[in-house]
């Protein structure tokens, strides 16, 4: 991934407590860790939608999730805060984390969890000052999913007990994973004291980038030389985690998706009664884990017909798109109307190979992927522009 141009001006990503002033009212993302929320939590931030906000939860590019429309964003606030769906402060913004969804479930290098929650409550007792709301956490548990999102900093599992340290899609070196939350933690602390106003790792110059590499590769004493700094990683954007999964353990996980990805309340209040951990990843699926056989056939037969597709050849398996007008002063039109028309076409309109497609209304491009795709642009004419995004 290429370096980005520097940003001007102050980062104004929102959060739950400092939300985000959008035409159709006050947008609150909710941060989670990993993707991970709890069954009580997502029935909270459901009945929040429900009561506070337009009725729907949105999905983000992150594994996150956002209310909109908020006419009252203090009493949403309040009820989030009180199930651990944010946190007072800075920290509020800069608790960004994925984490491989499959991990300790089925195939990779094992479990990740207690690493993503360490991380996180380190991040909720001492935010990082100078840390934007834009930086990106990582823990990728060998398979590569996650370093195809390009954070800004990274661990992969190895399957020695060790992790590789990676920065800006570049290794650092190799650790105990016991020292993982340590490094990452130095890694953001490292860039913050030398950002100067960049956001993102790579909006560094190359001799910010070096030097900070070498930083990290003097002042962290659990590093190895088993890996040679600087070399690139291999990341893989696997196929869609839309069906029906058997877990390592003989247990059952269901993925899917829903349309523009976004869950009415009343659905995501079903997801929640199935009582299984929930996983929401980076290309907006929702996974159901830990099932047994009987208790899966019975949450595809409730779930599927109020909404939700666990067919990997739907369209929207690999469609997505922005919020568009009326939610978005900026599209050029509604974006979500065009899109669904055309997931309603035959499926020979989407690109071929597995390429995943991103509409968005503006050349802002908000919620596009990291991972190679056909972007498809909406002109202030009403015309759309595809382009191939690598």
Known sequence: MPPVQPRTGADRCPGVLSTHEARDGALARIRLPG????????????????????????????????????????????????????????????????????AGRIGGHGSIDETITTLDEALRGAPITGLSGRFLFGVDDGRGDVLAQHPDVAVQWRPDGHVTLIVADTTVGVLPRVEAVGALLAAARAFASAASGSWRIRELDDTGREALIATLV????????????????????????????????????????????????????????????????????????????????????????????????????????????????????????????????????????????????????????????????????GTYRRTRID
């Not at 929040?48 to 999730?65: C, K, M, P, W, Y």
């Not at 956002?66 to 800075?90: E, N, T, V």
């Not at 995501?268 to 929930?278: G, K, M, N, R, T």
């Open 218 to 381: 003097g002042g962290l004493p659990a590093m190895t030389d088993q890996v040679t700094p600087g070399q690139p990683v291999t990341a893989d954007d696997e196929s869609p985690l839309v069906g029906w999964f058997g877990q390592d353990d003989a247990q059952v996980l269901l993925g899917a998706v829903t349309p523009a990805g976004r869950l009415p309340a009343r659905t995501a209040e079903f997801l929640a009664a199935v009582q299984a951990p929930i996983i929401i990843t980076p290309r907006r699926e929702i996974l159901l884990a830990d099932l047994t056989e009987p208790v899966a056939e019975t949450a595809l037969r409730v779930l599927a017909p109020i909404g939700l597709i666990f067919d990997a050849e739907s369209p929207w398996a690999r469609l997505s798109c922005c919020t568009g007008q009326p939610g978005c002063a900026k599209s050029h039109t509604d974006v979500r109307i065009d899109t669904a028309g055309h997931a309603a076409r035959d499926r020979a309109d989407l690109p071929p190979n597995g390429l995943r497609e991103h509409w968005v209304g503006c050349s802002r491009g908000c919620g596009s992927p990291t991972a190679p795709h056909l972007r498809v642009e909406a002109q202030p004419d």
């Open 35 to 102: 993707g991970r929320i709890r069954p009580d939590q997502l029935a909270v931030a459901a009945r929040v939608a429900q009561d506070h906000g337009d009725g729907h939860l949105e999905l983000t590019s992150r594994g996150n999730v956002q209310l909109r429309g908020l006419h009252d964003p203090d009493a949403a606030a309040d009820a989030l805060l009180a199930i651990g769906l944010g946190s007072p402060g800075a920290a509020d913004t800069i608790r960004n984390i994925i984490g491989s969804p499959l």
